[in-house]
C-alpha cells in the first residue's frame, strides 16, 4: 500500500498540475470561442483525435504495449533495448501514415460525427480546423509510447506533468486568438483564425511528446531505429492488438453517435450541443484522470508482473488495494459532483463568448455524470486484469455490450426528451451503461482470478458512502441557502459554495472517515500529514 501511494502521489501531484492548467485551458477556450456553432464546430474536429488517442492511451498501450515491454524486459538478455526500439521505430511509422491519412479524409471524419449538412458554415468550419489537429495523432501517439517505456522503468514522473506544457502552449494560443479573433462569430473566422486555433492545438501535442523523448532519453534510453521487424514479435502483438482494435471500432461506434445526437440537438437549441457535451465530460473526467488514472499506471505492470509468475493472490490484492485507494476519494468527489455542479462550471465556463447561462447547462450535464464517476473508475480497473493476463479479447466483448446499451439508451432518451435535455440524457444513459458494465466486468474477473474479494471491498465503499453522507448534506444545504437567499448562481456565489460545500465538505468527509478508521483514508490523511510536516 505505501509504495503503491508513493507512486500515486508522485503521478497525482503531476496529473494535478496538468487537470488545474486543463481548467485553465477550458475556460480560455469558452471564453474566445463559446459553446455555441464556432465552440461545436472547434470541438467537434477536437474530439476525433481525442478520442482516438484517449483510446490509444487506456486501450492499446494498457492491454498491448505495457505488458509486452515487461515481458521483454523480464525475459530478454539486454532486458528488452531492442524490443524498445523495435516498438518506438514501427510506431513512429505507422502513426505517421495514420495521420496522413487522418487529414486526407477529414471531410468524411466530420461526416461520421456530426449531422452538419456539407456547405454549412459550421461543417465547413469543422473540416478546416480537423485538418490542422489531426496532425498530432502522430505526435501524441510517439509521445505515448515513450511514456509506456518510463512507465514499465517505474520513471512516472513526466507521463504526468508533460500534458502541463501541452495546456501552457494552447492556453497562449486561446488568448492572443481572444485578443485578435473575431470571437465567437463563426460568419467572421477566417483561415488564418483557424489555423491559429487548429496548428496551436497541434503544437501543445509536439511540446508534449518532446518532453517525454527528452524524459525517456534521461532515463538511459538510446533511441536507434530498428527495421528488422521480424524479432518484433509482431505476431504476438497483432493476435493480442486485433481485439483492441475490435474494441476500438465498438467504442468509436458509440461515440460517433453520441457527437450525432449532441449535434442535432446543438441545432435546436444554440448552446446545448456538442461543446456541453465535451465541457462537462472533460470536468467528470479530471477525479479520474487524477486519481484512477495514477493508480492503474502504478499497478498495471505490478499485476503484469504478478500474472507472469502465477501469483495470483498478489493480483487479487492488488486490485483490492487499488479499488478501495481510488474509491476513498472517488466516493466524496461523485457526491459532490451531483450537488454543486453548477457551481463549479459558473466560474469556469461563465464568461466571455459564454453567458452564466450556458455555463449552467454545463453543470447540469456534470451533475449527471457525478452518477457515473464511481462505476465508471471500477469499471476501468478492471479491465486491467484482464490487461495483465495479456487478455484483450474480453474486454471487447464487455465494451460491445456496455456500448450497445449506451447507445439504445442515448437513441430512446433522444427521442423522449426535448431538445434542451438531450445532452444530460446522453450523459445518463453513459452512466447506467458502465453501471452494468462494471458489473458483467466484475463477474468475468472474479472467475479468472478465483475471486476478487468483493464482500470486503462492498463493505469498505458502503463505509465510504456512509462516511461521504455529511459532506453531500452540507453542499445541498450550502446550495439552497445560496440560491434562496441571493436569487441564483453568478461568480460570486459560486465561488461561496465551493468554498463551504466542495471544500469545507471534504475536510468534513476525511473527518468522519478518520474517525470511522477507513485505512486508504487514514494512510492518504498520514501521508499528506508527514509532507506537510516535512
Known amino acids: 500500500m505505501s509504495r503503491m501511494l508513493r507512486a500515486s502521489a508522485i503521478m497525482a501531484a503531476g496529473t494535478m498540475v496538468s487537470r488545474v492548467t486543463g481548467f485553465v485551458r477550458t475556460m480560455v477556450l469558452a471564453y474566445a470561442i463559446g459553446t455555441a456553432a464556432l465552440g461545436d464546430a472547434y470541438n467537434a474536429a477536437y474530439a476525433i483525435p481525442y478520442s482516438i488517442l484517449d483510446l490509444l492511451l487506456l486501450g492499446v498501450l494498457s492491454s498491448v504495449v505495457v505488458p509486452m515491454i515487461v515481458r521483454a524486459q523480464q525475459h530478454d538478455a539486454d532486458g528488452g533495448r531492442a524490443y524498445e526500439q523495435r516498438l518506438l521505430t514501427l510506431s513512429t511509422g505507422a502513426l505517421i501514415v495514420v495521420a496522413a491519412i487522418a487529414v486526407l479524409a477529414a471531410p468524411l471524419l466530420i461526416d461520421l460525427y456530426t449531422v452538419w449538412d456539407h456547405g454549412s458554415r459550421e461543417y465547413d468550419v469543422a473540416v478546416t480546423l ?55 462569430d463563426i460568419s467572421r473566422v477566417t483561415t488564418g483564425d483557424l489555423a491559429l486555433l487548429g496548428v496551436g492545438t497541434t503544437a501543445g501535442i509536439v511540446a508534449q511528446a518532446a ?53 442535432a440537438a446543438g441545432d435546436e437549441v444554440a448552446g446545448h ?64 459532483l451531483m450537488v454543486v455542479g453548477p457551481a463549479i462550471t459558473v466560474p469556469i465556463y461563465g464568461h466571455g463568448a459564454n453567458s452564466v447561462a450556458d455555463a449552467v447547462y454545463i453543470g447540469n450535464v456534470l451533475q449527471v455524470y457525478g452518477l457515473a464517476l464511481v462505476p465508471f473508475a ?95 448534506v452540507l453542499a445541498l444545504a450550502t446550495v439552497w441557502v445560496i440560491t434562496t437567499v441571493f436569487g441564483g448562481l453568478d461568480f460570486l456565489n459560486s465561488v461561496i459554495v465551493l468554498a463551504i460545500g466542495g471544500g469545507l465538505g471534504m475536510l468534513l468527509y476525511l473527518g468522519v472517515a478518520h474517525r ?16 506537510v510536516g516535512r
Open 130 to 184: 480537423a485538418r490542422f489537429i489531426l496532425p498530432q495523432l502522430a505526435f501524441f501517439g510517439v509521445g505515448a509510447v515513450a511514456g509506456a517505456i518510463l512507465n514499465t522503468r517505474d520513471r512516472y514522473g513526466a507521463p504526468m506533468w508533460a500534458p502541463v506544457v501541452n495546456n501552457l502552449v494552447v492556453i497562449c494560443v486561446f488568448l492572443l486568438y481572444a485578443v485578435a479573433g473575431p470571437g465567437n
Open 378 to 472: 471500477v469499471f476501468q480497473l478492471l479491465l486491467r486484469v484482464f490487461y495483465s493476463f495479456g487478455d484483450t479479447r474480453t474486454p471487447v466483448f464487455i465494451g460491445a455490450g456496455t456500448t450497445a446499451v449506451n447507445a439504445v439508451l442515448m437513441v430512446l432518451f433522444h427521442l423522449l426528451l426535448p431538445a434542451r435535455y438531450a445532452v444530460m440524457g446522453l450523459a445518463l444513459a453513459y452512466t447506467v451503461a458502465y453501471g452494468l458494465g462494471a458489473v458483467l466486468a466484475w463477474w468475468l474477473a472474479a472467475r479468472r482470478v478465483q475471486g476478487l474479494d468483493g464482500w470486503a471491498v462492498g463493505m469498505a465503499m458502503t463505509r465510504m458512502y456512509l462516511a461521504a453522507l455529511p459532506t453531500a
Open 211 to 263: 518532453v517525454l523523448i527528452v524524459a525517456l532519453r534521461r532515463a538511459g534510453f538510446q533511441f536507434v531505429p530498428r527495421f528488422d521487424l521480424r524479432n518484433a514479435r509482431l505476431g504476438e502483438m497483432g493476435k493480442a492488438g486485433v481485439w483492441t482494435i475490435g474494441y476500438v471500432i465498438v467504442t468509436q461506434a458509440g461515440f460517433m453517435l453520441t457527437t450525432n445526437l449532441a449535434s
Open 516 to 531: 470511522m478508521r477507513i485505512p486508504e483514508v487514514n494512510s492518504i490523511v498520514g501521508m499528506v500529514a508527514r509532507r
Open 273 to 336: 450541443g456538442i461543446s456541453p457535451y465535451t465541457l462537462a465530460f472533460q470536468l467528470f473526467q479530471l477525479p479520474y484522470g487524477v486519481i484512477g488514472v495514477s493508480v492503474i499506471t502504478a499497478m498495471l505492470p505490478r499485476m503484469s508482473r504478478a500474472v507472469a509468475d502465477g501469483r495470483f493472490g498478489d493480483v487479487r490484492a492488488e486490485f483490492g488495494s487499488s479499488v478501495r485507494l481510488v474509491c476513498a476519494l472517488m466516493v466524496p468527489v461523485s457526491l459532490l
